[in-house]
């Protein structure tokens, strides 16, 4: 799951909020496995939230990106 900053900017916003919904979903499952004793590799939850992370902040600078775009 976990990409390379490069091949996730590559990606469509459409793609990456779709990908976005895929990792939430992944993160909130390794939550609720985690107290049952079914999750071995505790380092997914912190590799998934920090994926969270880079396409969020990604999303982000594309929307900054048209808002200064549009200001010139």
Known sequence: M???????????SN????RLEDARQ?????NFQQPTGELTDFSQIKKTRRYIARILTI??????????????
């Open 59 to 72: 999303l982000r600078e594309r929307e900054l990106k048209v808002e200064l775009g549009g200001k010139q």
């Open 2 to 12: 976990v990409e390379k900053v490069s091949k996730i900017r590559e990606l469509s």
């Open 26 to 30: 992944e993160l909130m499952n390794l």
């Open 15 to 18: 793609e990456l909020i779709s």
